[in-house]
């Protein structure tokens, strides 16, 4: 485990270079937030026409074009429009990261009838999605999180990877995943965890799931499959289709709940979230 711990934190400080390389991102050090709703990426496909609010949220070593083929894998099904969130990959930490997809979430709800909206988050994205809509009350406005090759649980790789604060929280046993693995009874936010047992960023790559008692999570396997593969990887924006189809179809039938009402000084009170059961499923995503 030192070795390949070790590979993996070389690989985790390289990751924005070899990105950039490919030429499907950025440098981490010339991210910048772009104004909301507006996308800068040069391959995004035009908005798409839908009735489903979808936010992107990219992670730490890449920017907007790592998620521009899902975006268009996802055309014409319905759903949309398709927002992608960015944020200073070298800023304070995930939960200053998850207030900016907060501010993000509420915009894009304002617009919609239902005012629901879903979120994918690839990596560092999806620990960002699932924290604003678990610790930060999210989940009144976000019915379905679908996270891509995320740490959910750290990874080992963090521990020799330059102390930046970011870095740090994705280490195993930190103070903000200790928060994560706490009590999250009430959160009403279903969660979908796309993980790989070929992710060379994702240390054990079994912390690329969610287990906790709380939360409503499926997990789902995509063998042999990389981590910067994995976001553009067909079988997993097919099963991506499907997931967004099933949440269009069970809003029409059934519409989920507002987001929460504004008290007299113009923001969401705190709410009592009532205690309930909630279930773990895993399935696996064919090669």
């Known amino acids: 485990m030192g070795v390949e711990a070790s590979r993996a934190a070389g690989r985790l400080v ?3 270079l070899d990105v950039a390389a490919e030429g499907v991102g ?3 050090g010339h991210f910048r937030r772009p104004a909301p ?3 800068t990426g040069q391959d995004d496909p035009p908005p798409a026409e839908g009735d489903l609010p979808v936010l992107l949220v990219h992670g730490l070593g890449d920017g907007e074009s790592i998620v521009a083929p899902l975006r268009r894998g996802l055309d014409g099904i319905g759903a949309g429009p398709f927002t992608t969130v960015s944020y200073h990959a070298f800023g304070p ?4 990261a998850a207030r900016v997809l907060g501010e993000q979430v509420e915009l894009v709800s304002a617009g919609s009838a239902e005012r629901s909206v879903v979120v994918i988050g690839y990596s560092l994205g999806g620990l960002i999605a699932r924290y604003y ?3 930060l009350g999210g989940d009144a406005y976000v019915p379905l999180v679908i996270t891509l090759a995320t740490p959910h649980g750290g990874t080992a790789a963090a521990l020799l990877a330059p102390p930046h604060p970011l870095l740090r929280q994705l280490r195993p046993g930190s103070a903000l995943l200790a928060e994560l693995a706490g009590p999250a009874a009430g959160c009403r936010t279903r969660f979908v965890a796309f993980y790989s047992d070929f992710d060379e960023v994702v240390i054990p790559t079994s912390r690329g799931r969610i287990d906790h008692p709380d939360l409503t999570a499926r997990n789902v396997l995509v063998p042999g499959v990389g ?4 976001p553009l990887h067909p079988p997993v924006i097919d099963q991506v289709r499907s ?3 099933a949440a269009r179809q069970t809003r029409s039938a059934a519409p989920l709940p507002h987001g929460p009402a504004l008290d007299g000084n113009g923001q969401s009170p705190r709410r009592s979230r009532p205690s309930r059961d909630s279930r773990a499923e895993t399935g696996d995503a064919e090669k």
């Open 37 to 39: 709703g507006r996308d």
């Open 243 to 245: 997931l967004l189809t």
């Open 227 to 230: 981590h910067l593969t994995l």
């Open 26 to 28: 950025q440098l981490a």
């Open 14 to 16: 390289r990751l924005p």
């Open 93 to 96: 930490d995930i939960r200053a």
């Open 133 to 135: 809509t678990q610790a």
